[in-house]
C-alpha cells in the first residue's frame, strides 16, 4: 500500500506553498482565529445576528449546497477545479507565521504531513453497477481501457487532494491546538455525503452525483486523518484529557469503505471487531493496519477456538463467547516457563508471615533472596515495577500452597528486569493476589489497592506472548508500525484487567519483546506519530489506557459511561470482576455489586449520557430507582445467544459511551432526563388525570423539585397528560407498535418509547454509533398508571415502517 506523493493531481510544494499566501492573514491588528468552518447549523452575517436553524432547515441547505457542487462537476471544461472551488467555502483560514517559522518551513511540513496519507482512499461499497464504465473518458488519468479498481484508483475525483486537504495540513502546522475544532468542518462534510445518499434511494444515481459523492468521500477519508491527527498531536504534547473527546461525537457517513483486504488466519476477529468500532476507525480505512499486521502474521495458524475435529480456527468475531481467547481457554496449570528455561525450575509460592506482615499493597522483593522456594514480600512504592499480563497465557496462577503457584524462571526474568530500572520490588497478581476461599479479605485488600499500585509504581511492564515472540533488534519505520497493529488486537488490550492497569499505569508504560528487550511504548508512538503513517497512529485516539494523561488529570477517574464504553469489548475471566473493574475505574473504591455500585453515584451530583443507555446490556433488577441501570458494562457472555433466540430485534448491541447526546440526573428516585418521546396507549387503559398530576408531582417532588422549582414539574406533568391522553394515530398501531406492547409492556398500563436527544440541536435523535439494521428505541412502561416508568429493554426499528412521532419530554426512570 502506497502512501500519498507529490503530483499535479494530488498536491506539490507550490500548490501548498500558493495556498498558505492566499489564505495568510495581513491585518495584524485584529485578532482572528486560524480557521472558521461554514456549517448547515448556524450562519453568521458580518455585523449581524447568527441564525441558527433546525433540523429540515440544516437539511434544505445541505441539499443547497449539494446541488451546487453537482452544477459545477456538470462543467465541460474545468469540472473538478470548479468544484473544489466551491467546496472550499467550508473553509476560512486565516494563517500567520509565528515568529521563528518561514514559509518553507511551513511548506516542508506541510508536505511531510501530506505524504504520509494513503495514496487514495478506498472505494465505498455498493458502487452503483456499471458507474465508472458509463464515465467520459475526461474523468479519468491517463488510459481508459482500465476496469474495475484500476479505475476508481484513476478516477480524478477520488486522486485529486482538496483544497482544504491542503489547508488542514497547514493548520496541523501551524496551530495545530486548534485543529481539534475541525471536527465541525469534518461533520459537515457527513452531512453533505447523508443528502447525497437519501437523493440516491429516490432517484436515478446520476454520474455528475456519483462524481461528487467519490469527491466529498474522497475528501472526508483525508479529512478524519488530519483530524485524529491533530487529536493525537494534542493527546501526546499535553496529555490525554478525559473531557474532552470531539472524536467520539463524530458521525460517520452514511457509506461504508471496501478494503478488499483478506484477513489472516491469526488475527482474532473478536479483538479486530472492537478496533473496527472504535470513534478513531470511524472512517473505516484499515488497510494499512491490515497490510501491517500480515507482515507478521500471515502465516500464522488460527488459535481462537477448536471445532469439533480439534483443529484451532478462528472465532467468528460477533461475541466475546464464541472466542477461546475470552472463554474456556484457562491454562490451569500455568506452566509458561522462560524460553531459555529448560522447565525444570522449582515452583514458588508466597511466605505467609512476610505477606501478613506488609502493611498496605504488596509486592514481591527483588533484593531479598527466595527461600525454600517462598517469595517475600515488602510494600509497593515509588521503586516498584508493576506487570500487566494475561491470565491465559499461563504466567502463574495463585501463590498459595496448594495452588499453581509461580515458576522460579519467571521470577527471576522480572527481577532482573526490575533490577535494570532501579526498582526493589515488583508487583504481579500471580504471586500477589490471593485466590482461595480462605484468603477472600485478603484478595479483596489486593484488589481495592491494585489503583495505588500501578499508579505509584516507576514502570508498568506489559506481557502480552505476541509482543514477546516479536525480534525487534533490527528495528525499522515499518516494523515500529507492526508492532503498534499487533498491540491494538492482541490479547493483552482486549481484556478487561489489563485496560484498567494500564489505565492507572499509563504514563510510564514499557513492552516486553524476544530475548527479554524493553523498549518504550510511548516512544514507538511518538515515531510512528511523527515519522510514520498517519492512518496507523490515529487508532491510538481511541486508546485512552495507552496516552499519557495530563497531570491534572492523571489521578482522575474516568465518567460512568466512557468507563464502560472502553470495557463493551473486554471481559475478566471472572464474571464477577467486570463490575469491580469499571468501578475502579471511575473512582478509587472497589464495589463487588452493581447496585453498590449505582447506589455509590445517587448523590444528585452524579450524571450519564442518555445515548449509553441504549444497549441490550442487562438492568439492574429489583432495586427501586435503577431499572434503567446497566448491571455490568458488557453484555452477558452467557445469556447473549439465549438473548438472540428470544429477542430477535434486542439483541447484542453493546454500549457507547454516548458523547454528545443529552445528560441525564441520578437521584435517589432515578434518573431524569430530556428525551424524545412516543407514549404507547395500551387497551383498557382509563385516563385519570388526578393520577398523573400526582404520579408525576409525587416522584419528582424531592430533590428535582427543589433543583428545578415547581413550575418545572407541572409543565412536565401538563405536557405529559397532553401528549398521552391524546388519541392515537392510525400509524401509531403498526406492526411494529404491537410487536413491543406484546414484547415487552404484557401487565403494563402505560408503555412509551424513547430516543436520546442529540446535545443542543433541538429535537435531533442522538444515532447509535454501533452495528445496527435501524433505529434503536428503548421500551419503558408502567404499572401505576404513569406515577413511575421502568425500563423494559432495547427494540431495533425496522425501516421500512416510518417511525412514529416524537416529542421531547422531561422522564424519571425508577
Known sequence: MRSLSPNSYSFTPDRVRQILRDDLYKDERYGKPTFECTRTAIEHSPGGPTKSFDLPTRKLRAATWVHNYCSQIADPETPLLRLDSEFSKLLHCYFTLKRGEDEDGAVYRACHILSRLPELPPSFEGLPQGILDSLDERHFIGQANLTGHQKWRNLQAVAFISTNVIRMALISVLDPGSGMDLHIYVGTISELLQVLCENSRHEEHSSVQFLVKAFLWSAWQRSIMLFLSCTLHIHMRKGYRMDFNHEHSLQSPPLSPQLDVEMPDYLCRWAYELLRTGPSAVGGDLRRFHQRYRSLYAQRPPRCCANNAGLYISCNGKAAENCGRFVGMVIEDQSTHHPSCAKTCPRLYW????????????????????????????????????????????????????????????????????????????WMDTPCIPGLHE???????????????????????????????????????????????TFLVCDWNVRAWTLLEAMRGTAKLYLLFKNDIILSFNQILKTVYSEGSIDIAILFTETPHLLPRRPIFRHSHLPIDRAASLLSHRYATREDDEVVIWSLLCDEKACHSAEEFWRSRMKGTGTISTGFLMSSVPRVKDCLGLTWAPVRPNLHKVSRHVQERSLPSSSGFGAFDGQGSERGNIFEDGLIATWLVHFIQLPGLRFDSRAYHYGLGGPLHGRYRREHGPTATSKITNRFLDRLASPLRKRDTVRQISEIADMYLRGQQVGALLRPKTMMQGDVAFEYRGKA???????????????????????????????????????LLT
Open 439 to 485: 484468603n477472600m479479605a485478603l484478595r479483596k485488600e489486593a484488589i481495592d489497592k491494585i489503583n495505588e499500585v500501578f499508579s505509584g509504581s516507576k514502570i508498568t511492564l506489559i506481557c502480552d506472548r505476541d509482543l514477546m515472540e516479536i525480534d525487534v533488534n533490527n528495528m525499522t519505520l515499518e516494523l515500529q508500525e507492526s508492532i503498534l497493529a
Open 773 to 811: 439494521n435501524g433505529p434503536l428505541v428503548a421500551v419503558i412502561g408502567s404499572t401505576d398508571k404513569g406515577m413511575s416508568w421502568c425500563w423494559k429493554g432495547i427494540y431495533e426499528w425496522n425501516e421500512r415502517e416510518p417511525l412514529p412521532m416524537f416529542v421531547d419530554e422531561n422522564i
Open 351 to 426: 511466605d505467609e508471615v512476610s505477606y501478613q506482615n506488609v502493611d498496605g499493597a504488596r509486592a514481591v522483593s527483588v533484593i531479598e533472596e527466595v527461600s525454600n522456594c517462598h517469595l517475600r514480600y515488602v510494600a509497593a512504592s515509588i521503586r516498584t515495577m508493576a506487570i500487566s499480563h494475561v491470565w491465559s497465557h499461563g504466567q502463574g496462577g495463585r501463590p498459595e500452597k496448594g495452588t499453581t503457584g509461580f515458576n522460579a524462571c519467571l521470577h527471576d526474568r522480572y527481577c532482573s528486569i526490575a533490577r535494570s530500572f532501579g526498582c526493589d520490588s515488583y
